[in-house]
């Protein structure tokens, strides 16, 4: 509780304690005015009967005599008061003379009728006769006494009303008034998400069972509220990690549900986008279409969808209840780009095969149909014959690549490794690109250390060192030249071939490994080359968990540096 609330609470007891201050000191007057009225009243009576007396004795006293001052005093005496006597002939009183002062108010009272208060005496005027009056003084009355009395009493009264109202004020603000206050201010709280605030001084009695009741209620509201957000963690954490994008809609087209991967699919840019409408989110036509289209005909829909360089696999899908009734619908969109990649890839595979087997399979047929149908001299024959021969290697060459592709591309591809120089190697692979090397004029260097022993598939080591080598002469001009360097580290084999052949533009460099892709079309099947060579090359490097670099510039020459672990 603030303490401006427990300053306001003190404040209006403490005007509670102020109105029955005043009510006290009202009932005070009243009281002190009411035994004043009765003092005053039961005096009169008595003076009153004093008084006929009194006349009645000093009126017999004065037919017979002349009138002293001593029966005025024995009177006086008699009945405890004070006489003033007055006739046509003389004035007595019992009054000292210092009370002249007093005198004259008796003189002025002889003249009046009834009753007169003066300093806490009455006075009452009677008359004996026509010419005779008496006025009888009572002594000082107990008003003052009386009213201190009745004033004492009161406060007496006043201060154990506000003892015993501040006293069960307090506890009742402590027990009752606290306690609630305690409990508005946790519903108030509990309103606001709080779920963890609770009232922990419980009183007695009703407020006890309310404080309780508030505490059970917070503590109800915080598992439910934290199993509902457990949950919601769990489906969030479950939905954003979904490889597939997802959205959900309600059936007023508001956003209720969308994971990260939706977002980055569509590229989701809106800062707030649950409770947003479907459409002001997502700026993609053809998607909102065919959300739009479930949500007018409540059935599911299906659909492939291009964005920039992607592909997505869409499903739309209504939700409904247990009672059938339609809620929204869902959106679940997979990337398929891999897969049509893949699909693109084989279609291009199947397209560049089936031209690298007619080409050669036409030549050999048109040579072969030629042969048989017409009649040639044997000079003629020789050279179709040659050429049969030549499409033919070429075709096995083919053939051959297709097959080691396809093993090294396997899962179950097993290396046979044995332990082997790499000089042997190199020169049993420079053996074989010798008549070509001669009949190119190409000038060649192999710096290869004498005693460097590799444990590897030597086959697919011959593989890689071959087409390497073969790809540099191809494409080396005549009079050019190749260099071999080969070294070792603790951890790998680095082999590197440079060239000054034709080289390869900059933004062919990243498709040279691509199946049938050749830099020069025309050199390569005037070589025989199967385009192929540099894509098994990438193959047996990545089978031995090896990396392979190309640098090339156009026209000066390429460079190929290849690092294989050391016995993988």
Do not use: W
């Given at each position: 509780m603030t303490k401006s609330r427990k300053a306001g609470n003190r404040n209006t007891l403490y005007i509670y304690i102020l109105l029955i201050i005043a009510f006290f000191a009202v009932l005070g007057y009243v009281f002190s005015q009411i035994a004043q009225h009765y003092v005053v009243q039961s005096t009169?009576?008595?003076l009153n009967?004093?008084?006929?007396?009194?006349?009645?004795?000093?009126?017999?006293?004065?037919?017979?005599?002349?009138?002293?001052?001593?029966?005025l005093n024995y009177y006086a005496e008699y009945f405890q008061v004070?006489?003033?006597?007055?006739?046509?002939?003389?004035?007595?009183?019992?009054?000292?003379?210092?009370?002249?002062?007093?005198?004259?108010?008796?003189?002025?009272?002889?003249?009046?009728?009834?009753?007169?208060?003066?300093?806490?005496?009455?006075?009452?005027?009677?008359?004996?006769?026509?010419?005779t009056t008496l006025v009888v003084v009572s002594e000082e009355l107990p008003i003052r006494e009386l009213q201190w009395t009745v004033w004492l009493l009161v406060s007496i009264l006043a201060t154990l009303v506000i003892a015993f109202l501040w006293s069960f004020g307090n506890r009742l603000y402590d027990s009752y008034v606290?306690?609630?206050?305690?409990?508005?201010?946790?519903?108030?709280?509990?309103?606001?998400?709080?779920?963890?605030?609770?009232?922990?001084?419980?009183?007695?009695?009703i407020a006890s069972e309310l404080s309780h009741s508030i505490n059970r209620l917070a503590r109800n509201l915080e598992y439910i509220t934290g199993k509902y957000e457990n949950q919601n963690d769990r489906l969030n954490t479950v939905v954003n990690n979904m490889v597939s994008g997802v959205l959900l809609v309600n059936d007023k087209g508001i956003t209720r549900l969308i994971n990260d991967a939706f977002i980055e699919y569509f590229s989701v840019q809106e800062k707030k986008i649950i409770g947003e409408v479907?459409?002001?989110?997502?700026?993609?036509?053809?998607?909102?279409?065919?959300?739009?289209?479930?949500?007018?005909?409540?059935?599911?829909?299906?659909?492939?969808?291009?964005?920039?360089?992607?592909?997505?696999?869409?499903?739309?899908?209504p939700i409904k209840n247990a009672d059938d009734t339609w809620k929204?619908?869902?959106?679940?969109?997979?990337?398929?780009?891999?897969?049509?990649?893949?699909?693109?890839?084989?279609?291009?595979?199947?397209?560049?095969?089936?031209?690298?087997?007619?080409?050669?399979?036409?030549?050999?047929?048109?040579?072969?149909?030629?042969?048989?149908?017409?009649?040639?001299?044997?000079?003629?024959?020789?050279?179709?014959?040659?050429?049969?021969?030549?499409?033919?290697?070429?075709?096995?060459?083919?053939?051959?690549?297709?097959?080691?592709?396809?093993?090294?591309?396997?899962?179950?591809?097993?290396?046979?490794?044995?332990?082997?120089?790499?000089?042997?190697?190199?020169?049993?692979?420079?053996?074989?690109?010798?008549?070509?090397?001669?009949?190119?004029?190409?000038?060649?260097?192999?710096?290869?250390?004498?005693d460097l022993t590799v444990f590897a598939d030597y086959h697919r080591w011959y593989q890689l060192v071959l087409n390497l080598y073969v790809n540099a002469v191809q494409y080396t001009d005549e009079g050019g030249s190749i260099e071999w360097t080969i070294d070792q580290t603790d951890e790998e084999i680095i082999l590197r071939i440079k060239d000054n052949g034709i080289g390869i533009p900059k933004e062919k460099l990243h498709r040279i490994f691509e199946r049938f892709y050749r830099v020069d079309q025309a050199r390569s099947r005037q070589s025989g080359g199967t385009g192929l060579g540099l894509s098994i090359v990438k193959h047996i490097v990545e089978v031995h968990e090896g990396e392979i670099e190309i640098d090339s510039t156009f026209g000066e020459g390429t460079e190929i540096t290849v690092h294989l672990p050391r016995n993988k």
């Open positions: 009169e009576q008595q009967n004093d008084a006929n007396f009194i006349g009645e004795q000093l009126e017999d006293e004065a037919d017979r005599r002349r009138l002293n001052s001593e029966d004070d006489l003033y006597y007055q006739d046509h002939q003389q004035e007595l009183s019992t009054f000292v003379p210092d009370n002249d002062d007093f005198l004259e108010v008796l003189r002025g009272q002889a003249s009046e009728a009834g009753y007169l208060l003066e300093n806490d005496r009455l006075i009452y005027r009677y008359t004996v006769s026509d010419n606290m306690p609630i206050r305690k409990a508005a201010d946790t519903a108030e709280r509990l309103v606001e998400g709080d779920y963890q605030v609770r009232i922990h001084d419980a009183p007695y009695g479907y459409y002001e989110v997502i700026d993609h036509e053809q998607l909102n279409e065919l959300i739009q289209e479930a949500i007018f005909t409540e059935e599911k829909k299906h659909a492939q969808i291009k964005t920039q360089g992607h592909y997505f696999d869409v499903h739309v899908a929204g619908i869902v959106v679940v969109c997979h990337d398929i780009t891999q897969i049509k990649q893949v699909e693109n890839v084989r279609k291009d595979f199947v397209a560049n095969v089936s031209h690298e087997l007619r080409t050669p399979l036409t030549s050999m047929q048109g040579f072969a149909e030629t042969l048989l149908e017409q009649k040639v001299d044997e000079q003629k024959a020789n050279e179709f014959l040659k050429i049969i021969e030549k499409e033919s290697k070429r075709l096995n060459n083919l053939v051959e690549d297709l097959l080691d592709l396809a093993l090294l591309e396997k899962d179950s591809f097993q290396l046979e490794k044995t332990e082997f120089r790499l000089k042997m190697l190199m020169d049993e692979v420079h053996q074989v690109v010798e008549d070509k090397i001669v009949e190119k004029n190409i000038k060649t260097e192999v710096h290869v250390p004498e």
